[in-house]
């Protein structure tokens, strides 16, 4: 059975800092990983879809990585702002789970002004 | 519209009432997903639509769930004799092709609110 978890759980910084926000599943026979931001009481946003040919992709201020043999990805963020304040969450799409995506529980980022 | 919407987009509900929720994907999406998302947890899979074909329907927590996509494209979860572990957002997303490497796209939800 997939596992997927999220380390930290919750994360305040300064703006302007630089952060990295990780990901950890447990079967590494993935199609892909998908990062996506959420705002409260919003639905999700998709930020960056890392098929398991690729290492990383990126867009903007946003790198993520896959790195699927040890079963981790890690997003990153430069010169973080407020307005990324949000939660982060990373789902895998599995072969033996069919099309569905299996999600973290997220990590809640707060960027300070 | 653009993207995936959902109605209503706050639902509150009696213990024992039925309840439907709507999704409409984007034009042309021909998969659609339904999720639930408890309050601090992340989405976990309802059921999954191929067209008007319901292709998965291993997440759904019991049988008072039922989805339906009769035209393959609108589709609606029902939940009857709700109860209160049913609270919780309800979030439906789309994808182009049958393909697992194509995108999710993700409506605002539904929040239900059971009392």
């Known amino acids: 059975k997939q596992e997927v978890t999220q380390i930290p759980a919750a994360l305040s910084v300064p703006e302007g800092e630089n952060l990295v926000l990780n990901c950890s599943f447990t079967?590494?026979?993935?199609?892909?990983l998908q990062w996506f931001r959420q705002d409260p009481g919003k639905g999700l946003t998709s930020l960056l879809l890392?098929?398991?040919?690729?290492r990383e992709q990126t867009s903007g201020r946003l790198n993520a990585s896959l790195d699927k043999s040890s079963g981790r990805s890690t997003l990153y963020i430069a010169a973080s702002q407020p307005g990324d304040s949000a939660t982060y969450l990373c789902?895998?799409?599995?072969?033996?789970?069919?099309?569905?995506?299996?999600f973290g529980p997220g990590t809640r980022l707060s960027v300070l002004p | 519209g653009a993207g995936v919407s959902q109605s209503p987009r706050y639902k509150v509900a009696k213990r024992g009432q039925d309840v439907a929720l709507r999704c409409d994907p984007i034009?042309?999406?021909?998969?659609l997903f339904w999720y639930q998302q408890a309050l601090g947890q992340g989405p976990e899979f309802l059921t999954y639509?191929?067209?008007?074909?319901?292709?998965?329907k291993s997440g759904l927590p019991s049988d008072r769930f039922f989805a339906e996509r009769p035209e393959g494209s609108v589709s609606t979860l029902k939940i009857q004799r709700t109860q209160q572990e049913d609270s919780a957002v309800y979030l439906c997303?789309?994808?182009?092709?049958?393909?697992?490497?194509?995108?999710?796209?993700f409506g605002p939800g539904t929040r239900l609110t059971v009392l």
């Open positions: 997303a789309s994808s182009l092709r049958l393909a697992a490497y194509n995108e999710q796209f």
């Open positions: 079967d590494s026979a993935i199609y892909n």
């Open positions: 890392i098929q398991s040919s690729q």
């Open positions: 789902a895998v799409r599995n072969p033996t789970r069919g099309q569905n995506f299996v």
């Open positions: 034009s042309g999406h021909v998969s």
């Open positions: 639509f191929q067209n008007e074909a319901q292709l998965d």
